[in-house]
């Protein structure tokens, strides 16, 4: 197969240096080509790849560079254009996340990727964390999630507002454990660093009953990427940095100071021990366990998966009506951050910094 990247910025990079790593393990992939207008990345790229390297698609699709699939990790804004583009031209594609930045141009690249018997996956990569994988079999029925995304401020997708850069990664996969439609959404976002929400919390309801309470921010001053959830008489929690997984199970009843600290997700390896008597074991009534989770890099697994879908013309791990639901969350929870936005007075703070 062979497979081109368009955009070669902070994350096409990724996208180029696995195809190569793919392509040295021998595992029928070829890295053509790639799609770069500033020309400095561009003579980067090409001199690093030893590929062609092109201004825009349409000079590449002129090349007739027998191209099977490509990758987008162009801005968001330029999602639609890029992959509709690619699309058009019989190419399989993996767009990076989240798949437009509009619901309509999501429809329209959903709508032309099944017009023309095309894969289109959407790069929810956190849904190829090994961490997420392990859990998946075990889950039984979700009803309260916690999720937290912290980064550090770079200067890095300001075409689009936390919820679109970090959050969506948990709305997808929130979305994808409950299993049910979207009651209700509260949300709070405020810009700190740049003209759009830098940093927001909401909170979703399920129809199922289902709460979620989600928060991301990329002005934090630590990195923190964690889900945690319960389900009836039983808690877990997913490390998708550390790739690592804790279940604990209730079997009886069990300290009131144990239930405090599970329900304040303070539940790690350090209280536990505390909890339990210096892990001397399990506090009774509780049954802990660390499912084996294969660790594996992320965007790895994910090309992998997408490859597979493209050589055995499946429908993708990740689906593009997946990427679209959770898009469509994203643009419910801006809209509830707007009204906030609106009754609380804060419009000032939304004006773009002088
Ligand atoms: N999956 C993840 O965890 C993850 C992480 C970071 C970024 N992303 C996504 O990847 C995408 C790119 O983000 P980034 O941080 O690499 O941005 P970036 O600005 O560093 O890179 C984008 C690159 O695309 C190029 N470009 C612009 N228009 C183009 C066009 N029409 N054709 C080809 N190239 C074009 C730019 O010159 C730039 O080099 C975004 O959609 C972002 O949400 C995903």
Known sequence: ????????GAFGRNHLRVYRELEAAGLGVALAAA????AARAAETAEKYSIPVFATVDELLRADLRLDAASVAVPTVRHHAVASALLDAGLDVLVEKPLAATLAEADELVA???????ILQPGHLERFNPAVLA??????RP???????????????????????LMIHDLDIVLT???SPVREVRAVGLPIVSPKVDIA???VEFESGCVANFTASRVSTERVRKLRFFEPRQYVSIDYARQDVLIIRMNGSISAELAAAIAGGRVDAETLAQLTGGGAGPAPGL??????????EPLRLEMESFLDAVRMRRTPHVTAQQGRDALALALEIQASMAAHAARAGLQNFFEPLA
Do not use: I, Q, W
């Open 287 to 296: 049954s802990l366990s660390k499912p084996e989770v294969m660790p594996g």
């Open 112 to 118: 032309l990727a099944e017009r023309n018997g095309r």
């Open 177 to 179: 454990f409950a299993h």
């Open 135 to 140: 859990v998946e079999p075990k889950l039984r």
């Open 1 to 8: 197969m062979r497979v081109a990247v368009a955009g070669a």
């Open 35 to 38: 799609v770069e207008p500033e």
């Open 201 to 203: 919390n909401v909170r």
């Open 143 to 165: 009803m309260f999630f916690e999720a937290h995304r912290l980064s550090v401020f770079t200067p890095r997708s300001l075409d689009v507002d936390v919820v679109l850069d």
